[in-house]
């Protein structure tokens, strides 16, 4: 279902604590500030697909509702599995092996349905329209799709952040990034990424339509807070907090100017 360096990035086993990690609070908090938002109160019924080891969909379990987890990569399931068993949580509906182009539910089976990771391993366009399609059909009336992509330019401005550039073999994938959106990591330095496609503005809206969904809006995850340097210098002070980076976020959020700043975005589009 995946590429096979997609799956042996995954098989690292990182994905299960990442958002847990010191290095990635912004994204997991404001992507739960958003589903809040954008997603019909509970109890109803969501299927996150492409949710790795579940850390949204039992964060959704312990807020009423009933969650359906489906993901390609079968230690994913296994961790998420383990999670269940230790009964730390509310329960799941159910765990499972899938592919987001081709899901084992009914249609209308869902109130919303969460893509936060199948688009950008998607890399080719008719795989990704076929999964939205098949999201739109399990997807009742009025429903909702949450959908993440990555931004074109995440890698350029992390290059630059992180001083990357440097490097030649990670210039000549952001070289390719900038000219196609198709991210490949030639080298065994897992944190460059694995295979992805990266997205423009123009193209997510494209795709969510195409798929038979009515785009509703664009959101920045992290927005330009992302690249802010956490470490204080002489002339700068301590980096605003975690409340106050949300705060200002929120404020720029669906700017069309600054999107591109946000490595990560939501795409909401919603079921006439």
């Given at each position: 279902m995946?590429?096979?360096?997609?799956?042996?990035?995954?098989?690292?086993?990182?994905?299960?604590?990442?958002?847990?990690?010191?290095?990635?609070?912004?994204?997991?908090?404001?992507?739960?500030?958003?589903?809040?938002?954008?997603?019909?109160?509970?109890?109803?019924?969501?299927?996150?697909?492409?949710g790795?080891?579940?850390?949204?969909?039992?964060?959704?379990?312990?807020?009423?509702?009933?969650?359906?987890?489906?993901?390609?990569?079968?230690?994913?399931?296994?961790?998420?599995?383990?999670?269940?068993?230790?009964?730390?949580?509310?329960?799941?509906?159910?765990?499972?092996?899938?592919?987001?182009?081709?899901?084992?539910?009914?249609?209308?089976?869902?109130?919303?349905?969460?893509?936060?990771?199948?688009?950008?391993?998607?890399?080719?366009?008719?795989?990704?329209?076929?999964a939205?399609?098949?999201?739109?059909?399990?997807?009742?009336?009025?429903?909702?799709?949450?959908?993440?992509?990555?931004?074109?330019?995440?890698?350029?401005?992390?290059?630059?952040?992180?001083g990357?550039?440097?490097?030649?073999?990670?210039?000549?994938?952001?070289?390719?990034?900038?000219?196609?959106?198709?991210?490949?990591?030639?080298?065994?330095?897992?944190?460059?990424?694995?295979?992805?496609?990266f997205h423009?503005?123009?193209?997510?809206?494209?795709?969510?339509?195409?798929?038979?969904?009515?785009?509703?809006?664009?959101?920045?995850?992290?927005?330009?807070?992302?690249?802010?340097?956490?470490?204080?210098?002489?002339?700068?002070?301590?980096?605003?907090?975690?409340?106050?980076?949300?705060?200002?976020?929120?404020r720029v959020?669906?700017?069309?100017?600054?999107?591109?700043?946000?490595?990560?975005?939501?795409?909401?589009?919603?079921?006439?």
């Amino acid at each position: 279902m995946v590429d096979r360096e997609i799956e042996a990035y995954y098989a690292l086993g990182e994905e299960e604590k990442r958002l847990e990690s010191s290095g990635f609070p912004l994204e997991r908090v404001r992507t739960q500030l958003i589903l809040r938002r954008v997603l019909p109160p509970p109890p109803a019924t969501i299927l996150d697909v492409g949710g790795a080891a579940g850390v949204y969909a039992f964060w959704l379990a312990d807020l009423g509702y009933t969650v359906h987890l489906i993901d390609p990569i079968a230690l994913h399931i296994q961790q998420a599995r383990a999670t269940a068993d230790a009964g730390s949580t509310a329960p799941l509906a159910s765990l499972r092996v899938g592919d987001a182009r081709s899901l084992e539910f009914d249609d209308g089976s869902a109130h919303a349905v969460l893509l936060l990771g199948p688009l950008y391993h998607l890399t080719e366009r008719a795989d990704r329209v076929a999964a939205l399609r098949e999201a739109h059909r399990v997807t009742r009336r009025k429903g909702v799709v949450v959908a993440a992509a990555i931004s074109r330019f995440a890698s350029l401005l992390d290059g630059l952040m992180r001083g990357l550039l440097a490097d030649p073999a990670f210039a000549r994938i952001v070289d390719a990034d900038l000219r196609d959106g198709q991210h490949r990591n030639p080298t065994d330095k897992p944190e460059y990424f694995t295979t992805a496609f990266f997205h423009t503005p123009d193209e997510l809206r494209a795709e969510v339509t195409d798929a038979g969904w009515r785009f509703d809006q664009l959101l920045a995850v992290e927005g330009p807070a992302a690249y802010a340097n956490p470490a204080p210098t002489k002339r700068r002070r301590e980096p605003p907090s975690l409340e106050r980076s949300l705060a200002l976020i929120e404020r720029v959020e669906a700017e069309p100017s600054l999107i591109g700043a946000s490595p990560h975005w939501l795409a909401v589009g919603r079921r006439d």
